[in-house]
Structures are given as C-alpha cells and as structure tokens.
C-alpha cells in the first residue's frame, strides 16, 4: 500500500518567514495530494490540494508543489503569521479525495 | 447544512466493553471512512465505503466493524474495547473526487 513519510516533525520560524514541509510518496499511481490543517483540538481542514497533471498551485500565501518523477511534493507558506501555527499534515490518494494516506505531521511554530 | 457530525465528543470505556461510534452527513456524499488519529502517527483509515451497502478496510480495520445502510449514517463498532484502541476517532465524507470533510472527532479512552 501507500506510504507517505513527511519531514520535519516539528518547525519554528519567526513570523514572516518562510516554512517548507515535504512529503515523499511511494505509489505512483497516487494522483491526488490534499494538505491539511489541524489546530489544537479541532478538526483537519483542507487549505491547499494538488492533482498529478498539475506542477505547482497557490492560493494566497499557500503553495504546493509537485514532483512526480521523484514522487515528493512540498507545502509552502510565505510571510507566515502566528495563526498558521498548527499541525499540517500531507496525504496521497489513488481515488482522489477517498481513501487518504497520511503523513506523520509537521507541528509549526511562528514565534512574533 | 450540518456537514459532517460525530457523536458521542468523549467516551471512557473499560476494556472488553463495545460500543458504537455514531457519523452522520448530510451532504449527500457518496463516500465516507473512519480514521484514528494517535499522537506523532497522523491519521491512519480503519473502514471506509463507497456508497450504501458497499464497505471495505483500511489500514488498521482489526477490532472494528462497520455497515452503510444509508448514505447518511456510518457506524464505527469496537467490538472488545482494548487500551490500544485510545485515539481520537474522525470520521469524513466526500463526493466523488472531491475534498473530504472531516467531522469533529470523538476522543476515546480505554481503561
């Protein structure tokens, strides 16, 4: 089945910086990759999902980019802001949007 | 729109006792799956369905059962309660490809 690893497990940065978090996939009929967002006892919400046809994706100061030769795709926020501080969590799916495979989760810190 | 709700929110069960983790949606979605999610480990698929009547297992299905006999509803059952089943239970729907939209969790302790 489906592994996906995610890197790092915790990262701090100071408010508007930039935060990088990786995931790697092993199936490559994998061909849908949501990202996650989970504050502290809620929910996960999507805030960002990338296609295999598709390279790259923003959304604001989200993006998301994919590698399919080397199966790792990336989430990447820019001018962070306390509020983003959270657990994001990567996944893959070969049904897109059913059946989704997660990453470990990333806990990140924006210090002001 | 409810969206997706779980009850019961907390459950504290001895072991060897079963019970039933209750999901409902009303978004019409044709699917639906159960996850646990336990610290440091993300969140992993224990059942999931495709449409009324049609299940199938996950990732970690040992010590759970489930049914769809509706759209609506999919029931999570422990069938022996076992302190490794402590997690937080999250159930979530989507339609077709399209985003899936958790429920708000139910957190459960073994004792």
């Known amino acids: 089945g489906e592994n996906v690893e995610q890197h790092p497990s915790t990262l701090s940065v100071q408010e508007g910086d930039s935060a990088v978090i990786k995931c790697t996939y092993s199936?490559?009929?994998?061909?849908?990759f949501p990202w996650y967002k989970q504050e502290l006892g809620k929910r996960p919400q999507l805030i960002i999902d990338?296609?295999?046809?598709?390279g790259e994706k923003k959304d604001q100061r989200i993006a998301v980019t994919l590698n399919k030769t080397a199966k790792h795709f990336s989430l990447h926020i820019t001018e962070t802001q306390p509020e983003d501080s959270a657990v994001y969590f990567c996944a893959a799916s070969i049904n897109a949007g059913n059946m989704l495979t997660f990453g470990g989760g990333t806990r990140l810190m924006v210090k002001p | 729109n409810a969206g997706v709700t779980q009850t019961p929110k907390f459950q504290v069960l001895k072991t060897g006792q079963s019970m039933t983790l209750q999901c409902a949606q009303d978004?019409?979605?044709?699917?639906m799956s159960w996850y646990r999610q336990d610290p440091g480990m993300g969140l992993r698929l224990i059942h999931y369905?495709?449409?009324?009547?049609?299940?199938d297992q996950g990732e970690v299905p040992n010590g759970y059962n489930v049914s769809r006999s509706t759209t609506e509803d999919f029931p999570l059952r422990l069938l022996s309660a076992a302190p490794s089943q402590t997690s937080v239970y999250f159930c979530?729907?989507?339609?077709?490809?399209?985003?899936?939209?958790f429920g708000p969790g139910t957190r459960l302790t073994v004792l």
């Open positions: 199936d490559s009929a994998s061909n849908y």
């Open positions: 369905s495709v449409g009324a009547g049609i299940t």
């Open positions: 978004m019409n979605h044709e699917y």
């Open positions: 990338i296609r295999s046809n598709v």
């Open positions: 979530a729907s989507s339609y077709g490809g399209e985003v899936q939209f």
